[in-house]
């Protein structure tokens, strides 16, 4: 895995949404895998920027979002779609036909979860997937566990990971639904460029173990260490409990040469 280092959230961000753009500017139809959560938010609002500024044409972008709460019509202001709509989809030219999401209130969930996964296929397949972290190091909503799902499928959510979504449903934890939809692990690992961003020191301890442990179905995200082009993405706090030679030389390259 590659790893970059930045200082702040907001550099992180910054770094990110100019990568973003430039992949677009260098491929219009590029197809787009995008995630959730707080990590992501500082990153959509310098995307927005951008494209206000004139530097970056959603027109012809695809996206597919990693998943979706079960039960939850996307009209629910607390889906993931409505996050979506608040922080990127309404403030950029993104072609709704090109904008692909979970129904997270689909009947027929097998079926919905097939329509996914042809649809990304259909594409050609994403060339970039962002990812945020879960604290117990899941993506999308690959929860930790035995084993791990390969294709999109229904995931029934851990507590932790409830608690950690309760803040978009009002903080009410019993309004958060026990189970939702996500990519599986191949539907993601397919990607042909992967960009983990991780901030914040409540996530240092699982960036340590994702990069530097074994790769295992108890902590989802280390993966991403099969990949041939995973990169993560972190902020000085995140970074902070990373091996000491290991940190120092990502942190200073510079000084390291003779
Ligand atoms: C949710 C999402 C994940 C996301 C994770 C981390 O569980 N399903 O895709 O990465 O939260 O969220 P945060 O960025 O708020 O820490």
Redesign the pocket.
């Known amino acids: 895995m590659r790893i970059r280092i930045l200082q702040t959230p907001d550099a992180v961000a910054r770094a990110l949404a100019s990568d973003i753009s430039r992949a677009i500017r260098a491929h219009s139809r590029l197809v787009l895998g995008l995630?959730?959560?707080?990590?992501?938010i500082p990153l959509y609002r310098e995307l927005v920027r951008l494209h206000e500024a004139g530097r970056v044409s959603f027109s012809r972008v695809v996206t597919f979002n990693?998943?979706e709460f079960r039960g939850v019509d996307r009209r629910n202001p607390s889906s993931y779609y409505a996050f979506m709509r608040r922080h990127l989809f309404d403030h950029v030219n993104l072609a709704p036909r090109r904008v692909h999401f979970l129904n997270g209130v689909a009947r027929d969930v097998a079926r919905e979860c097939a329509r996914y996964e042809r649809a990304i296929a259909h594409t050609g397949g994403i060339d970039l997937q962002i990812?945020?972290?879960?604290?117990n190091g899941?993506?999308?909503?690959n929860e930790p566990g035995d084993a791990l799902v390969a294709h999109t499928h229904p995931m029934r959510l851990r507590q932790a990971?409830r608690r950690?979504?309760a803040v978009f449903f009002g903080n009410r934890l019993n309004a958060v639904p026990h189970e939702a939809l996500s990519m599986g692990m191949a539907t993601i690992l397919y990607a042909r460029r992967i960009v983990l961003i991780a901030t914040g020191a409540t996530k240092a301890r699982c960036v340590q173990r994702m990069i530097e442990g074994p790769v295992t179905p108890r902590l989802p995200a280390s993966f991403l260490q099969l990949h041939h082009a995973a990169e993560v993405w972190l902020d000085a706090a995140a970074a902070s409990r990373l091996s000491t030679a290991l940190s120092a030389a990502l942190r200073r390259p510079r000084r390291l040469r003779p």
């Open positions: 995630p959730t959560g707080r990590t992501p990693l998943d990812l945020g972290l879960g604290a899941h993506i999308g909503f990971t950690a979504n």
